[in-house]
T-cell receptor, first 117, second 111 residues
Framework: DGGITQSPKYLFRKEGQNVTLSCEQN?????MYWYRQDPGQGLRLIYY???????QKGDIAEGYSVSREKKESFPLTVTSAQKNPTAFYLC????????????????FGPGTRLTVL | AQSVTQLGSHVSVSEGALVLLRCNYS??????LFWYVQYPNQGLQLLLK??????LVKGINGFEAEFKKSETSFHLTKPSAHMSDAAEYFC?????????FGAGTRLTVKP
């Protein structure tokens, strides 16, 4: 089955630690995205990537980093600089490029819930 | 810049009643509009989308939405609610460079 996988489903972090959230897709999509979801605030864009080895900051990139070394993978690192990292993190992908990144349907993974202890 | 406003963070209906979830958008370019559904602790699933053409868009699970340019609205409806429709619903608008999501509306269905 084609789709997007995220791991782990639940993640606990101690203050001062960096953690990396995994996102893999086998849809052959060019564009990938990371969103943060907090109650009552909808989804906020952290980073997006239109193509391998390229990525752009979204609205709330501070305290986060990403890489895009392979088309199918777009890991997100939550660094110790992120002061309030407890949230639900969603990864998405879309066909991208041909239709323009934002006009394509985005397909979402199941999410990772990060809790800071 | 594009933005979306969802009117009502919580909507409660009885099983079998009409579902109406409201979405108004702002866009400086012709919008592409989407409705997604999210079940607890899961990702978002596309319900329907409007790109161009017919303004009444039919989606999965009996939902439909109508694009009204004059009202800058894209409200989601379903004639008869089912218990399985209980979830959070997000409206989204896309433009040239990004997609903007509304804050979401939580739908509760009462037996």
């Amino acid at each position: 089955d084609g789709g997007i996988t995220q791991s782990p489903k639940y993640l606990f972090r101690k203050e001062g630690q960096n953690v990396t959230l995994s996102c893999e897709q086998n849809l052959n999509h060019d564009a990938m995205y990371w969103y943060r979801q907090d109650p009552g605030q909808g989804l906020r864009l952290i980073y997006y990537s239109q193509i391998v080895n390229d990525f752009q900051k979204g609205d709330i990139a501070e305290g986060y980093s990403v890489s895009r070394e392979k088309k199918e993978s777009f890991p997100l690192t939550v660094t110790s600089a992120q002061k309030n990292p407890t949230a639900f993190y969603l990864c998405a992908s879309s066909i991208g490029l041909a239709g323009g990144v934002s006009t394509d349907t985005q397909y979402f993974g199941p999410g990772t819930r990060l809790t800071v202890l | 810049a594009q933005s979306v406003t969802q009117l009502g963070s919580h909507v409660s209906v009885s099983e079998g009643a009409l579902v109406l979830l409201r979405c108004n958008y702002s866009s400086s370019v012709p919008p592409y509009l989407f409705w997604y559904v999210q079940y607890p602790n899961q990702g978002l699933q596309l319900l329907l989308k409007y790109t161009t053409g017919a303004t009444l868009v039919k989606g999965i699970n009996g939902f439909e939405a109508e694009f009204k340019k004059s009202e800058t609205s894209f409200h989601l409806t379903k004639p008869s609610a089912h218990m399985s429709d209980a979830a959070e619903y997000f409206c989204a608008v896309s433009g040239r460079n990004d997609m903007r999501f509304g804050a979401g509306t939580r739908l509760t269905v009462k037996p």
